[in-house]
Structures are given as structure tokens and as C-alpha cells.
């Protein structure tokens, strides 16, 4: 069970979680900013699979996450201008991997997909810094992530009580 606060804004604000440590929950977010799933281009701009695209903005600074430039090159900050197409933003989430988990991937690539690079365990896992990157699928927990609404302060994640911040 997710609890928030009393005083909800009027629309959600997802947060993502990758399930790169057992037991443990991976927040990815800069500091206290929050992330915007902005699915304006949805309808329109799909990828080859038929899976609608999205941006993920800051709220705070009004930057989305852009692709990098290639395999392990981490991803980028750019502004983001709602009113303009810019495929470089856009992402999908593919089929559901188990739990409500999903490989976050680029829209026009596919095969480029989010990993919380070197978040493995015997690395040191997911931890506060960890970079995050585009990389090949190899279906790792690294790679997995979901996206949830949140209307607030976070209270509590049922049977997980640690938390790692990834920041971007």
C-alpha cells in the first residue's frame, strides 16, 4: 500500500522505482523535485511496438529527460517546450516484466533502454549518485522500473524501508 497526505494536488506525480536491491526501493528524482509524466504526444507518437510515448519532466526546473548519444552514455537535462514535438525526450514503457515493472526506452530505439548503470550488487548496487544511462536490454533488475502517482510527502512503502535516491 502507497499512504500520501491528506492535501492532494489535482494531478498525480509519478515517481519511478527500479527493483535493483531486494527488499529496497530505488527513488529516482533531484533533491525534492518531482517528475511530470507528460503524455501530450501519446496518441500520436508511438514506438514499433504500439506503446504511447511520454516525457518525463522536472517539475521544478522544467527540464525532460533526454536520450544520451549512445549505449552508456548517461542520459540528459534539456528544456523542455511542451508546445514543440521533440522525439529526443519521448520514452515508452514496454510490457509489464512482473510486479508492475517495465524497461523505460527511447521512442524511436527500442532497444536503448534506462539502466541504473553499475547499480549491481556486487558493484555496491544502486546507491545516491548512481548514473543513469541508456544501455542494451538484458531484462536485470537495473533495467526495471515503474512509474507511480504521487500526490505528496511519501509515508510509507509497505515491507520496504529503504530508500536510494538516483540522481539525474
Not at 514506438?47 to 548519444?69: C, M, P, R, W
Not at 514535438?85 to 510486479?99: I, P, Q
Not at 510527502?153 to 536510494?164: A, D, R
Request: charged share 20%; with cysteine.
Amino acid at each position: 500500500m502507497f499512504l500520501t497526505s491528506f492535501l492532494k494536488p489535482p494531478l498525480p506525480i509519478p515517481k519511478c522505482y527500479v527493483p535493483a536491491l531486494p527488499g529496497h526501493v530505488v527513488v529516482v528524482y533531484i533533491s525534492d523535485d518531482h517528475w511530470v509524466k507528460d503524455d501530450k504526444f501519446g496518441k500520436n507518437i508511438k514506438d514499433e511496438e504500439g506503446y504511447t510515448s511520454f516525457a518525463l519532466v522536472n517539475k521544478a526546473t522544467g527540464q525532460a529527460l533526454k536520450h544520451s548519444i549512445g549505449v552508456t552514455y548517461p542520459v540528459q537535462l534539456v528544456d523542455y517546450n511542451p508546445g514543440k514535438l521533440d522525439k529526443t525526450v519521448l520514452w515508452t514503457m514496454g510490457r509489464n516484466l512482473g510486479d508492475g515493472y517495465r524497461a523505460i526506452r527511447a521512442v524511436d530505439n527500442i532497444h536503448l533502454n534506462l539502466d541504473a548503470y553499475e547499480g549491481i550488487p556486487k558493484l555496491g548496487g544502486v546507491h545516491d549518485g548512481t548514473h543513469i544511462v541508456l544501455w542494451d536490454w538484458f531484462g536485470n533488475d537495473k533495467q526495471k522500473w515503474t512509474i507511480v502517482a504521487y500526490y505528496g510527502k511519501m509515508v510509507f512503502y509497505e515491507g520496504l524501508n529503504t530508500f536510494y535516491n538516483v540522481r539525474i
